[in-house]
């Protein structure tokens, strides 16, 4: 008598072969056990084989691609993936498929964070026979969000700038924070400015920076100051980043004398009084803007005629100007 042992899973089993006969012992067990073991045929692996994603921000996903591969000589049949654990899942992996030796496949998995607690999970890979299914473990622990942003300058000073030129300057908003920073309105207050660079409803992801581009473009001879007043999903919005700016206008009155071909204009700093020419050549209105005046000086200014000979008349009685 020949006895097959075909086993369908790789567990111990046990049995018996019982034996009726006329004999005067009657029946007969003979008792038969065997021990089911997995070849190297069909062999599903991952790598990684296990998946820990750190800290993350409550009400944030964290993703990690985990590769299948068949390290058998067999193909196999992947035929369902599921997981274990409410705050994680699974993707990218339609079942069937069939995988030859050696043959590899993705799948994603996620952790999202929904509360500030360890959370431990799975991720089961079924395949057809009687191979086990493969189990990826999961780990993760939410932590609180924080959205900050920090700006590098936190102020501009434009210096000077003549009517009607601009001149536009950087800022660096830089997310500060562990989660994504959504920016909802840019306005510019109290100086004649704007602010630009396609900021408005961007996202700026945690670490990351975005540049603001601000232009200073005086429409009248005066200190300015005001504010760019950034507003977000931040904690700490609305965020401001301090403008000032100025220009200086002078006038004066015609000459009375003939032959006048126009006007130069001199500039002294407090209490120097030492007058130095503001311009390489004359000019043939009763106006001038000083575009290089800086923030905290006191200036003299005199004004001279020339007439087309270039002879000069004395100076003017002076004007002073105070810059904030």
Known sequence: MT?????????????????????????????????????AAQTLTATPSSV???????????????????????????????????????SGLATPLSLGAGQTASVTLQYTATGTSAANGSATITTAGSAPPLVISESGTGIPATRTISTA???????????????????????????????????????????????????????????LNVTFAPKNAEQMSGNVTVTSNATNSPTLIALSGAAV??????????????????RATAPSMSYAKLLASPVSGLNYTDGSVASGATYLYVVTAVDARGVESAYSGFASAVIP
């Open 3 to 39: 006895v097959k042992f075909a086993p369908t899973q790789a567990v111990l089993v046990t049995a018996y072969v019982t034996i009726g006969s006329d004999a005067t012992n009657g029946w007969v067990r003979y008792r038969l056990s065997g021990t089911g073991v997995f070849t």
């Open 52 to 90: 820990s994603f750190g800290n993350v921000p409550v009400g944030t996903t964290n993703s990690q691609a985990i590769q299948l591969a068949n390290s058998g000589t067999q193909s196999l049949s992947i035929t369902s993936a599921s997981v274990g654990g409410a705050q994680f899942t699974i």
């Open 153 to 211: 300058p936190a102020s501009l000073n434009f210096g000077t700038e003549k009517v009607g030129d601009a001149l536009t300057l950087p800022v660096n908003i830089t997310n500060t924070g562990n989660s994504s920073v959504t920016v909802a309105g840019i306005s510019v207050t109290g100086i004649d400015a704007g602010a630009g660079g396609g900021l408005n409803g961007a996202t700026i992801a945690p670490t990351q920076s975005a540049t």
């Open 249 to 266: 206008a002078l006038s004066w009155g015609e000459s009375t004398s003939s032959g006048v071909a126009g006007y130069y204009v001199y």
